[in-house]
């Protein structure tokens, strides 16, 4: 793989939640990985997701004899280790960063966890919706006569989690080519997430931001949202800017004097009855026809089967499409070391591989297999 991370050698504890797919994501952009997966019962547990692509994988009980002295080898060449367990848990197993930065000096030391490796929460279980509920992020969502209403896991696991990773080693990386030393990225959904919110912080600071369902960004403003159409399809519309919103009344011919009341937060329930009962006359399809591909900040609201197929997304190879189905490509662009997905893997595919090019002979491989570290 030539993407611009090629060269840099990761290996990952494989977990769930976010921490896959931030390595997904240095994968994609060329980085070497090689995922350890523990065994279950004995046996491999095959995995083969797209999230899982682009690795090497060997299959190895960290927790058995001899197990952790192979993974400490390994990490030995590494330069990116990532982990996504609760706090304590690598340390258990001899593999916590006091033991590895000194062994490998140069080692960013990747931590994935919802709470974060201190604070009173984080020692305990919580998923997603927990996270971004502590940070405030969660109450702004939804409408206002009902609980919030729980997003995809974009916005925690991924957004306040994998990125914020990949973020933190990709800057420990770039520091440590010029100190020679690695060190440890305590990466935490909760301060991601929190960290994502600033703007509305500040909104709320300055007395610009009410309540949930009354606001310019969470469907309050009627020109900012999405309507349903004549068919039961729906498109959103972004019209902030008063060039954009001159545009939609004039296309869509509305001469209603409300309308030009736009920052009046008062008649906006009002106006949004209006756009909702104008939107309702005709189909998604007719709607685009009069709107998509102006200033009025247009898009129909596509799903997963529709999305892929749209004429901008197939321009721009958003999607791949191929044997394996339909799947987002890489991201972002690079203009000279173009990011690619690797295949995907199955757990513990390559244990064998991975054993013999640390050095294993055949003696230390059947004593590693007799005691239950590998398949």
Known sequence: MAGPLAGIKVVEM???????????????????????????????????????????????????????????????????LIEG??????????????????????????????????????????????????????????????????PLHLVGDMGGGALFLVTGVLAALFEAQRSGKGQVVDAAITDGVALMSTMYYEFRQRGEWRDRGANLFDGGAPFYGCYTCSDGGMISIGSIEPQFYRQLLELCEIDDPAFERQWDRDQWPALRSKLEAMFRTRTREQWCHLLEGTDVCFAPVLDFDEAPNHPHL???????????????????????????????VQNGAQTMEILHELGLDEASVAALRAAGAIA
């Open 314 to 344: 197939r321009s721009r190879g958003t999607f791949i499409h191929d044997a394996d189905g339909v799947y987002p490509a890489p991201a972002p662009r690079f203009s000279r070391t173009p990011a690619a997905p690797g295949s995907r």
């Open 85 to 150: 367990f609760r706090p304590g848990v690598m340390e258990r197993l001899g593999l916590g960063p006091e033991v590895c930065l000194q062994r490998n000096p140069r080692l960013v030391y990747g931590r994935m966890t919802g709470w974060g490796q201190s604070g009173s929460l984080a020692p305990v279980a919580g998923h997603d919706l927990n996270y971004i509920a502590l940070t405030g992020a969660l109450h702004a969502m939804g409408h206002s006569d009902r609980e919030p209403t729980p």
């Open 14 to 80: 494989n977990a769930i939640g976010p921490a896959p797919f931030a390595v997904m994501l240095l994968a994609d952009m060329g980085a070497e990985v090689i995922r350890v997966d523990r065994l279950q019962s004995g046996f491999l547990n095959g995995d083969g997701s797209v999230i899982g692509r682009g690795r090497r994988s060997i299959g190895i009980d960290p927790r058995k004899p001899g197990a952790a002295e192979v993974l400490l080898a390994l990490i030995d060449g590494a330069d990116v």
